[in-house]
């Protein structure tokens, strides 16, 4: 959650430093009306657009949900192979080592899994970015098109 606020405040400071930012001059060229076909691409662009970002706003709360989760198990392997190897300590000492070992190896393990489920988590945003992008340039495409005809 935290992660996602964080990513929200990030994006709202972003979009107001743009909009400070003077738009370049525009060509003295006479404006086109717009026609029916072009309004109605330009709707259904945004249309699809937003249902883009939503989707990738749910990929990446998933993602994120998915590591956090991750993280936590991970936290927990990590107490229940140290507090055996307590245990273990406390009844012998020769088999620290073996304990320790197990403990590490265990650790290890989790760590190496939080790093896949880090990594599965980073691609499926990307994937989700990447299809956000294609759309928005579908529909810069049909309005393109849409404005041609």
Known sequence: MNKLLATLIATLVTGAAFAQVTAPAVPATPAVPATAATVKAEVKADKAVGAAVKSEAK?????????EKAEMKADAKKAKAAAKADKVDAKAAVKT??????????????????????????????????ETNAVKAEGKADVKAAGSK
């Open 59 to 67: 990929v990446d709360a998933k993602a994120d949900a998915k590591v």
């Open 97 to 130: 080592s073996k304990a320790d070992a197990k403990a590490e190896k265990a650790t290890i393990k989790a760590d190496a899994k939080l790093d896949t489920v880090k990594t599965d988590a980073a691609a499926t945003k990307a994937a989700a970015n990447i």
